[in-house]
């Protein structure tokens, strides 16, 4: 299974001119290789128009060569937009990304009064098989390069800067890795991205976001980095025997080292963590998990955000009615949790990572995961094994 590495092969000037997406595929530090002889300042000039000032075409870098842009014109971005799709009043946008390769990649915009957020994608499919999840139902194709990553968020602002979100900041404010993908299981380049995140685009650690189903190993080190992100911690579950039914991942980082490891990143960096709760009706609203919720958001001194489950083809989890969620969600706060019910848009256009490729049973294809009876996937090959 390709796991890559964070820096690309060692392709000759003339295939990177050639590579669908090279721009972003190569680090920043070494443009140079993609604009050849000339100037100091041109490499400078093309990472501002990547990175600083992104547009949708090469011919808007017009203080460029013509020729150059010509030379780019086709393989500016790692992928190609298979489907825009645009909800709530123009406030939510879903991408569905194509790359050379056949793999796909979801990210959804979504415009606030103060902030305009961009949910990204760090694998093709997912490896983790949560039960309730579109993306782990079929299964992990590859880890996504860095620059597949970051060209994400270029794309979203080249788009807000020719069509800016009614009544939200024209470029993207914040970033939250929570579409396809266990971001932590794609280290190395989700690491690389962060970096060009803040080290060249200028965005703040504080407006980035990394979720995570508990890859333990993962969020320790992730505590060493120069960078304090926000680190959002998907439960679901509040006691072993649940949790390892919806996140099998739990059967090798139980619930405990993942509280541990969660409270680690509070302690190292002073960022609180964040918890993820999926509320899945029967299985997970009880007011037995509450009190269990309540009492590890307080020993992490943790913000619970609530989530009502999109329901998915390959599952038969539902949510529940609105009253059982108040409910959920008061017991929450007469324990003395802080806890909210996570806004929830584009439902009419399938805006959950995953959905826009799962749209039925028949369109799932025959991907491993790390439950699969025979052929399983190790989790080193997952990328969550142990250093």
């Known amino acids: 299974m390709p796991t890559g590495s964070a820096k690309l092969v060692d392709w000759s000037t003339e295939q990177r001119r050639t590579i669908a997406g090279v721009t972003y595929l190569v680090p920043p530090e070494e443009l140079d290789s993609v604009v050849g ?18 547009v949708l075409t090469a011919d808007e870098m017009t203080n460029l060569p013509l020729g150059f842009r010509t030379t780019i014109a086709d393989t500016l971005w790692p992928f190609d937009v298979e489907v825009e799709q645009t909800a709530d009043r123009g406030s939510t946008i879903k991408w569905l990304f194509r790359t050379p390769s056949g793999a796909s990649i ?18 093709a499919g997912c490896a983790m098989a949560c039960t309730f999840c579109a993306t782990g139902q079929f299964g992990f194709e590859r880890h ?36 396809m993908g266990e971001p932590l299981a794609n280290y190395p380049h989700v690491r690389e991205s962060i970096r060009r995140m803040i080290e060249t685009m200028g ?21 060493e980095e120069p ?9 679901h579950a509040a006691d072993d025997d649940l949790r390892s039914k919806l996140v099998p991942l739990n059967k090798r980082y139980p619930l405990r080292d993942v509280v541990d490891a969660a409270d680690n990143y509070f302690r190292t960096t ?62 929450l706060r007469d324990a003395g949790v802080n806890a ?18 799962v749209r039925d049973a028949a369109d799932v294809p025959d991907y491993p995961k790390i439950t699969e009876a025979g052929g399983i996937l190790t989790l080193d090959e997952a990328g969550v094994g142990d250093d």
Request: hydrophobic share 40%.
């Open 270 to 331: 002073g960022r609180r963590v964040s918890i993820e709760w999926t509320l899945m009706a029967g299985t997970n609203d009880s007011p037995d998990q509450a009190r269990k919720l309540a009492a590890i958001a307080r020993e992490l001194h943790a913000h619970v955000n609530l989530i009502a489950m999109n329901v998915t083809p390959l599952s038969d989890e539902r949510p529940p009615e609105p009253a059982r969620t108040r409910a959920f969600l008061s017991q």
């Open 106 to 123: 979801e990210a959804v915009l979504m415009g606030y009064e103060k902030r305009t957020t961009l949910c990204i994608s760090s694998q």
């Open 340 to 357: 909210t019910v996570r806004d929830t848009r584009g439902r009419e256009i399938d805006a959950a990572c995953g959905q826009l490729r």
């Open 37 to 54: 002889d000339g100037p100091r300042y041109r490499v400078d000039q093309l990472r501002d128009w990547l990175y600083r000032t992104p």
């Open 227 to 235: 960078w304090n992100v926000n680190l959002a911690v998907s439960l």
């Open 144 to 179: 996504l390069d860095a620059g597949e990553i970051v060209a994400q968020v270029a794309y979203a602002n080249a788009h807000l800067r020719k069509a800016p979100m009614p009544r939200s900041p024209d470029h993207v404010t914040n970033v939250v890795f929570m579409g």
């Open 203 to 223: 965005m703040s650690a504080r407006s980035l976001t990394v979720s995570t189903v508990g890859a333990v190993p993962g969020m320790r080190k992730l505590a």
